[in-house]
């Protein structure tokens, strides 16, 4: 007689749990594997519906079925995502299955609706009518304001809204006026304006200083020049905003932020440079992507006890590239600068910089990609003193750029010991090491064994060098 197979002995708040961290696609997968695993996936408070994962008319059966079943045995819903990206997006479809979730409970809703081939598809009015929403991520949709609608999120905590259209009202208005609970808001910075003469109304001006007086985080997309001294002067009205975020800043000018609270801030703009003034005492950590001739200066009375992780785009390593660049990090030297160097454009590129200045201390800098030749490192070496080298990976095959490094750093004349090279002027001692994951600490590596394993080098693999210079002023 066959044993019986031994069933998944977990209790189904576990397996739920478990299945709530994979998508739906993955979560019904597991449903072949016991019929406890089944169950507990049949009662998910956690529904994915992606009409990617489905035809046309077998997505529409599916989830109508769903919900019918969820409403017949009074289940609730905590969160409901929806996805549809189809080319006969059913609107109608979409509206009935927000709104069933909505009546079910579900508090955190991520909608994700894009149709090229038709109209915009208009959020139900419910969504923004309930009392009991948490959390909402909409991507691709039109909001209404028009035909009365009320907002009356009031438990709304987390606002995220993405290539979303605004029609026939004012949403930045009415999340003052009824979505006080909101700590984190991503959307667009056109969404953050009103009209000027609103602004200037006194009493909307007072609203304004008990508006999101709980928000800890701020992301905008899109920063542009006429929503500048607006954005400036709003982020004021925040005492407990911790982290900022712009995505892409279009021709602003120069920016200005005064932020008690702020201690995080990221900025994003490779096309063209970025001006800005900070007054920041409680800044932690400055990150930065984008062009080397931006320009920042801080106040702040933090010290040194601060880091900034810049990103920079090269197209060109010209002279007026590292000057640009010696003077960004001299402008961030009271912080701890991680560097970070990703070459456009592959070319043999011959240092031409004979500038002279202060050497910025840099605490890390790492190689994105295996452009970088001996012309650019050059440079590097002429306006910073990096105390670690590192490449952002390793890809199998391809590691020249890691025997790069070796020959600029190192004298070929040693196999077994990390002599420095004596033509990168300052440069008194190297070492090189690997991450060691099982101890997760870095450990010191010959220099020999390195190069005879670099022929089967995996890409998980991370070496860095880490450097030694000779103290002086300028180059």
């Known amino acids: 007689m066959e044993k019986k197979r031994r069933e998944f002995s977990l209790p189904p708040e576990i397996i739920g749990h478990i299945q709530s961290f994979m998508n739906g696609k993955e979560a019904a997968r597991t449903t072949v594997l016991s019929k406890s695993l089944y169950n507990a996936w049949s009662k998910r408070p956690n529904l994915d519906f992606d009409d990617r994962d489905f035809g046309h008319h077998s997505f529409s059966e599916f989830t109508k079925k769903t919900m019918q079943r969820y409403e017949d045995l009074n289940l609730k819903i905590v969160c409901f995502k929806l996805r549809i990206k189809y080319r006969y997006c059913d609107a109608s479809l979409a509206k009935e299955l927000i709104v069933r979730a909505i009546k079910l409970g579900a508090f955190d809703l991520n909608i994700e609706i894009y149709n090229p081939y038709s109209r915009p598809f208009v959020l139900p009015d419910e969504v923004f009518g309930s009392e009991t929403l948490d959390r909402l991520c909409v991507n691709g949709c039109t909001i209404d304001l028009g035909r009365n609608v009320e907002v009356t999120c009031s438990k709304l905590k987390s606002l995220h809204l993405s290539q979303v259209v605004v029609i026939n009202g004012d949403l930045f208005r009415n999340l003052i006026l009824k979505c006080p609970s909101i700590e984190k808001l991503v959307c667009d910075g056109h969404l953050l304006s009103f009209e000027k003469e609103m602004y200037n109304n006194h009493k909307l001006n007072g609203m304004l200083e008990y508006a999101f007086h709980k928000l800890k985080s701020l992301t905008l997309d899109t920063l542009k020049n006429r929503e500048t001294l607006f954005f400036q002067e709003l982020l004021l009205k925040f005492p407990c905003l911790k982290f900022l975020a712009i995505q892409n800043i279009c021709n602003c000018g120069e920016i200005r932020i005064c932020s008690q609270s702020l201690e995080y801030i990221s900025f994003v703009e490779y096309y063209k440079a970025v001006t800005a003034e900070f007054d920041v005492p409680n800044i932690r950590k400055f990150r930065f992507e984008g062009s080397a001739s931006s320009c920042f200066t801080f106040e702040t009375t933090c010290g040194d006890d601060w880091g900034s992780d810049i990103r920079i785009m090269c197209y060109q390593g010209s002279a007026l590239w590292f000057s640009s660049l010696r003077k960004l990090l001299q402008n961030l ?143």
């Open 333 to 475: 030297s009271m912080s701890k600068v991680s560097l970070s160097i990703h070459v456009k454009y592959p070319s043999k590129y011959i240092c031409d910089y004979t500038g002279y200045g202060p050497i910025a201390v840099v605490e890390n800098l790492r190689i994105m990609d295996h452009a970088l030749n001996s012309g650019l490192l050059d440079g590097l070496f002429l306006i910073c003193h990096p105390k670690f080298v590192n490449q952002h990976y390793f890809a199998p095959g391809n590691n020249d750029l890691l025997e790069l490094l070796c020959t600029k750093l190192v004298d070929k004349t040693s196999e077994n010991h990390c002599i420095p090279n004596p033509s990168v002027r300052g440069l008194e001692e190297v070492t090189v090491e690997v991450f060691e994951r099982s101890l997760a600490e870095w450990q010191p590596l010959p220099l020999k064994t390195l190069l005879d394993a670099s022929v089967n080098l995996e890409n998980t693999m991370n070496f860095r060098f880490r450097l030694r210079w000779r103290p002086e002023t300028s180059a």
